[in-house]
């Protein structure tokens, strides 16, 4: 028992070196404590009501978020706004829809049902729009990146001049945590480029915290009743190894021989 | 099953039992004579049957969601985790469960290797074990595909584009393994059919798993032969239903953990950007548990050389049972084979690292020499090995370890001597 237990720690130690290992270039990323980590880690409701507000009115006017309604925004788990504030926030986008009886596309204001209204009509438009780059869908665009909620946090905060013998082409930035440095989003963020109404100092540090929270509940929208299920489910599992541990015994012991 | 003399208690049962001996069966099953002595490396087979159930009813409902199109697949992946009730639960199982499973299936593996498992009677289960891992294997990458995100999409260009290798036909196949001249929306349907198949097959393999088992019995850790029933040997049921249920609980609470806590660490970001096949990535690499045979595949530097390296280097574990000459099965009384036993376990943990790495420099010449040794390992050291090696004699039987030579005999000789003072 205690041997196989030894056994098996090790390999777990050595692969969990090997996968440390393995996450390629190593770069510190800027650190920040996240509410949302750990065995019970919940999103901050307020840093997502904000980074909510960061993303409408900085981030959406170029990135797309296709694959959330604003119905998400009233569910639980998430920034919670009361369903009246998500029917208002909904409604303040124009949507287009039809055809109507007489064939005709129309616009109307947003419904809860509706999905987030793209900046774009389509790829090629905001390629047209944006020198040729596609700005990435941000619907899961935390879980796409390798460093995660960290590296979206830095590179939000990584704009600066270039270092010396680095000549940058027109539309093209540096950006100290963009992979190859280059980057063709100029910085989106700058102290006071949003008005918070909760009293929140909107400093570029804060923005970018509050946006990236908000980015990993559109990434994983029921973070919180998996960390709540988990932590039950694992208990649970612990209980029930223990009894079986010693059912197991008491069985075993009928015959003169080690477990 | 030819021993059983099995009447049923009830006429109902009777009447049944006579037209279909099932009663004959699960009768088999609880008193299946198993050697005391198993340890916990041994309790992975019935992990095994877990993790394949889990895959299969997870999958099942998973694909009741999911949409099989190009364009659509990512999508109702995205459907799946936001909207489906609990769909990020079953997903994040299935996902997960993928990796528990070929973790259970390595541990499984490298313990027959260490107590000989495979040996004489028991090559046919060893050779269904390996057809099993290959099902797995492919299984397991065409459900990498299914996403239909920028892994999955490069990973099946790259592993599809290995038939190429074969000489003369091999572009007319790669055409034919897609559907069309590019991995696209024909491919996506096919693997998504194989995908749902295959399992299947892995199931119908299992029972003839289980079955070729159950004629001469359990290994054990000793390796010797046993009689059976005997004093060496307990019922299936309940010694080893609850000795293999305690280890299973272990595993789940593991295997939670990355379902709760880290669902996607095993998995790769570019996963989660949509497949684009104008745009590669920086890296393709598969998932873990096929680094090894990566490594090896990359460590080659002509195409079909490193296609028929890869490929040797699973079905020369077919032949291992006559490759290995040794008459003595358990690696506890073989001093020599034990050493080179962890060599191999170190190599081919060294190949799965290096197979994450980029195939230059150091790293390829690290593959290319564990690539050769792990050849080595099977051609030429253990055929040598059993005529050289001067073994520890084995004991007479498992009860009566008089000669045993490890430290769990001696602790269950001490627990032995106690009870008879």
Redesign the interface.
Same mark, same amino acid.
């Given at each position: 028992?205690k041997? #196989?237990c030894k056994k098996f720690t090790i390999?777990f130690i +050595?692969l969990g070196v #090997? *996968?440390i290992? *393995?996450a390629?270039e190593k770069v510190d990323y800027l650190k920040t404590d996240w509410s949302f980590k750990g %065995?019970f880690g919940k999103f901050d409701r307020g840093a997502l009501q904000r980074g909510y507000q960061v993303y409408t009115e900085v981030c959406s006017s170029c990135h797309s978020m296709k694959?959330l309604s604003y119905r *998400?925004l009233a569910e639980k788990g998430g920034p919670e706004f009361t369903e009246a504030q998500a029917k208002v926030i909904a409604a303040s986008f124009e949507v287009k829809d039809g055809p109507n009886a007489d064939g005709e596309m129309f616009t109307r204001p947003g419904k809860l049902s509706d999905k987030f209204v793209m900046p774009y009509d389509n790829v090629k438009a905001a390629q047209a729009a944006n020198g040729g780059a596609y700005p990435?869908d941000m619907?899961?665009l935390v879980?796409?990146? /390798?460093g /995660?909620v960290d590296y979206i946090y830095s590179l939000l905060q990584g704009y600066d001049d270039p270092p010396e013998g680095i000549s940058l082409d027109e539309g093209v930035y540096y950006n100290k945590y963009m992979?190859g440095n280059k980057i063709k989003m100029a910085s989106p963020l700058s102290d006071g480029i949003v008005e918070y109404s909760d009293g929140t100092i909107a400093t570029v540090e804060q923005m970018s915290k509050d946006v990236t929270t908000f980015l990993m509940w559109t990434?994983?929208?029921?973070l919180e009743?998996?960390?709540k299920? /988990? #932590?039950k489910?694992?208990v649970y %599992?612990?209980i029930? =190894?223990v009894l079986?541990?010693f059912?197991?015994k008491k069985?075993?012991s009928r015959?003169? =021989?080690? +477990? | 099953m030819s021993d059983h003399n099995y009447t049923p208690q009830s006429k109902v049962g009777k009447w049944f039992n006579d037209r279909l001996p099932l009663l004959t069966l699960a009768n088999h099953l609880t008193d299946y004579p198993t050697p005391k002595n198993l340890n916990y490396w041994w309790t992975f087979g019935g992990i095994l049957t877990f993790c394949l159930i889990t895959q299969i009813v997870t999958g099942l409902t998973l694909a009741m969601h999911y949409i099989a199109h190009a364009d659509m697949a990512f999508e109702s992946v995205e459907h799946i985790m936001r909207d489906v009730n609990y769909g990020w639960l079953i997903r994040y199982i299935h996902a997960n469960g993928a990796s528990m499973f070929f973790l259970a299936v390595y541990i499984h593996i490298f313990r027959s290797l260490f107590y000989g498992s495979y040996k004489s009677p028991r090559e046919i289960i060893w050779i269904i074990g390996i057809i099993i891992y290959l099902l797995m294997m492919a299984a397991a990458f065409m459900g990498y595909v299914l996403p239909w995100g920028q892994m999955s999409f490069w990973g099946a260009t790259v592993i599809t584009n290995l038939f190429s290798a074969i000489p003369l036909v091999g572009e007319g196949i790669v055409t034919w393994l897609w559907g069309g001249y590019s991995v696209d929306n024909p491919t996506l349907t096919r693997f998504f059919t194989l995908h749902y198949l295959i399992p299947f097959l892995i199931l119908g393999l299992v029972v003839l798993h289980i079955w070729a088992l159950h004629v001469p019995g359990n290994n054990n850790p000793v390796g010797i032969d046993i009689q059976k029933p005997s004093k060496d040997t307990v019922p299936f049921h309940p010694y080893i239903v609850i000795k293999d249920g305690f280890a299973l609980l272990m595993f789940m609470i593991v295997f939670a953990f990355f379902v709760f806590y880290t669902p996607n660490i095993l998995g790769h970001a570019d996963n989660y950007i949509e497949a684009d096949p104008l745009v590669t990535p920086a890296h393709i690499v598969p998932e873990w548990y096929l680094l090894p045979f990566y490594a090896i595949l990359r460590s080659v530097p002509d195409k079909l050389l490193g296609v028929i390296a890869m490929l040797s280097a699973i079905l020369i574990l077919a032949a291992l049972p006559w490759l290995d000459t040794s008459k003595i099965r358990s690696a506890v009384f073989r001093p020599l084979y034990r050493q080179f036993y962890w060599i191999l376990v170190a190599d081919v943990l060294i190949l799965g690292y290096v197979g994450a790495m980029p195939a230059e420099g150091l790293y390829l010449l690290i593959a290319r020499v564990a690539t050769a040794y792990y050849f080595l390992h099977f051609l030429v050291i253990l055929p040598l090995l059993g005529f050289r090696e001067k073994t520890i004699p084995l004991p007479l039987s498992i009860t009566d370890p008089v000669l045993g030579g490890s430290t769990n005999f001696a602790t269950a000789k001490n627990k032995e001597k106690s009870v008879i003072k």
């Open positions: 028992m041997v #196989f390999i +050595v #090997f *996968n290992s *393995n390629a %065995l694959y *998400n990435p619907s899961v879980k796409a990146r /390798g /995660g992979y990434a994983e929208p029921h009743a998996r960390h299920m /988990g #932590f489910a694992i %599992l612990i029930l =190894t079986v541990y059912s197991m069985i075993w015959i003169e =021989t080690e +477990v | -």
